[in-house]
């Protein structure tokens, strides 16, 4: 069955970075984009960016754009998300999810890291 | 950015009846690429429906996608109280997905 597990919760002071893996089982790892994706308190979900597994191309959101990174370990199967600078805002669930094949849709996500940024 | 805008904020419904949540984007969304996510209080989303029309895996029938263009609607025909949740609307496009704020459905 398809599974994406994700690393666990980090505490980080402001300006630091830090870095959530997801490690997919259960598919063709290199088959599907990973999108990452937050959420805030309270919030609705914010998209960050995809990684295309295959290629290691990503495209990011404008707003992440030059504080983020996503790479992949195609030898394990697992995806990374890293977010530098970080500020009391960027305090949110992230998840990674995987991308319907042949359509529009996530299908499948990870169970989620809480990121939590506090001096 | 397209900007996508749900409607109601809030729906309080009771058991059997037919739910109708709205999602209006502020620029045509590209081959129908929206898709609606369910979301339980301390639990990822889950996709309900993709290209706008078509059910995702294991959902129930009684939800259905339709719209075209700027309007989209998600239905629940008939409720059932496991379907008290947040549901979101999402589009892809050149710049990238984006999620709207979100409609609650509150069971009675």
């Known amino acids: 069955q398809v599974q994406l597990v994700q690393s666990g919760a980090e505490v980080k002071k402001p300006g630091a970075s830090v870095k959530v893996s997801c490690k997919a089982s259960?598919?063709?790892?290199?088959?599907?984009?990973m999108h990452w994706v937050r959420q805030a308190p309270g919030q609705g979900p914010e998209w960050m960016g995809w990684?295309?597994?295959?290629?290691?191309?990503?495209k990011s959101a404008q707003k992440f754009q030059g504080r983020v990174t996503m790479t992949r370990d195609t030898s394990i199967s697992t995806a990374y998300m890293e977010l530098s600078r970080l500020r009391s805002d960027d305090t949110a669930v992230y998840f990674c999810?995987?991308?319907?094949?042949?359509?529009?849709?996530?299908?499948?996500w990870g169970q989620g890291t809480l990121v939590t940024v506090s001096s | 950015e397209n900007v996508l805008t749900q409607s109601p904020g809030t729906v309080s419904l009771s058991p059997g009846e037919r739910a109708t949540l709205s999602c209006r984007a502020s620029?045509?969304?590209?081959?129908?690429?929206l898709a609606w996510y369910q979301q339980k209080p301390g639990q990822a989303p889950r996709l309900l429906i993709y290209?706008?029309?078509s059910r995702a895996t294991a959902v129930p029938d009684r939800f259905s996608g339709s719209g075209s263009g700027t309007d989209f609607t998600l239905t629940i025909s008939r409720l059932e109280p496991e379907d008290s949740a947040v549901y979101y609307c999402?589009?892809?496009?050149?710049?990238?997905?984006?999620f709207g704020g979100g409609t609650k459905v509150a069971i009675k």
């Open positions: 999810a995987r991308v319907i094949l042949g359509a529009v849709g996530l299908d499948y």
């Open positions: 259960g598919y063709t790892f290199t088959g599907h984009y």
């Open positions: 990684i295309n597994p295959n290629s290691g191309d990503t």
């Open positions: 620029q045509s969304v590209s081959s129908s690429y």
């Open positions: 290209d706008a029309t």
């Open positions: 999402q589009q892809y496009g050149s710049l990238g997905l984006t």
